[in-house]
């Protein structure tokens, strides 16, 4: 069973920045791509970004310049680093990996942004 642990969220003004963490176990966290969601009040969950076995990362519009993906393989650890935080950037966000024919998700961390 794979268990991820979402955490760094909190309370920040706009502008401000905060490095969420999220801590995985397993063996093979390494080989597989790992991803950030958030899912703000009343809207569905929406991706942010992903960062694959080998480094590549992909980023959804909103965040891109402001929001940093990176993992620690030897620690199984995958950060995202939130920069020029906005209010619209409030909300719970989960890391989740797929691993073949299964889907694993945190238990999410809030991220407030106020203005």
């Known amino acids: 069973q794979v268990q991820l642990v979402e955490s760094g969220g909190g309370l920040v003004q706009a502008g401000g920045s905060l490095r969420l963490s999220c801590a995985a176990s397993?063996?093979?966290?390494?080989?597989?791509?790992i991803n950030w969601f958030r899912q703000a009040p009343g809207k569905e969950r929406e991706f942010v970004a992903t960062?694959?076995?080998?480094?590549?990362?992909y980023y959804t519009d909103s965040v891109k310049g402001r929001f940093t993906i990176s993992r620690d393989n030897a620690g199984n650890t995958v950060y995202l680093q939130m920069n020029s935080l906005k209010p619209e950037d409030t909300a719970v966000y989960y890391c989740?990996?797929?691993?073949?024919?299964?889907?694993?998700w945190g238990q999410g961390t809030q991220v407030t942004v106020s203005s």
């Open positions: 397993g063996r093979t966290f390494s080989s597989y791509a």
């Open positions: 960062i694959t076995w080998n480094g590549v990362t």
């Open positions: 989740n990996q797929k691993r073949g024919a299964a889907t694993f």
